[in-house]
């Protein structure tokens, strides 16, 4: 069975860091592009990050120079970095197998987890 199960996220304060992690089971994760979307509270889930199966990373410019995106294929886990958070980071967290570029915008692939929550609040 395909799922993908996040972990990692929690409660930090504004300037903090947290990992999140995207385990995938039933699948191997290499062979897809991995991205990391999020939504807060009364907005649209949107791409946070992505990594292609050639490598290639993608950013939403809000987050540039403070995540990172990397995978660890022995472990069949994609992890996103996250330092000098703020509070408009805030948002649960899902990872989702296979997004694409369709008319200069990410669209997400078929399988998503569960979530994780990251509030970022003093």
């Known amino acids: 069975q395909v799922r993908l199960v996040e972990s990692g996220g929690g409660l930090v304060q504004p300037g903090g860091s947290l990992r999140l992690s995207c385990t995938a089971f039933g699948f191997t994760s290499e062979r897809y592009t991995i991205g990391w979307f999020r939504q807060a509270p009364g907005k649209q889930r949107e791409l946070v990050a992505a990594l292609t199966t050639g490598g290639s990373t993608n950013y939403t410019d809000s987050v540039k120079g403070r995540f990172t995106i990397s995978r660890d294929n022995a472990k069949n886990t994609v992890y996103l970095q996250m330092n000098s958070l703020k509070p408009e980071d805030t948002a649960v967290y899902y990872c989702?197998?296979?997004?694409?570029?369709?008319?200069?915008?990410?669209?997400?692939?078929?399988?998503w987890g569960q979530g994780t929550q990251v509030t970022v609040s003093s």
């Open positions: 989702n197998a296979g997004p694409f570029v369709y008319a200069g915008r990410w669209v997400a692939g078929h399988y």
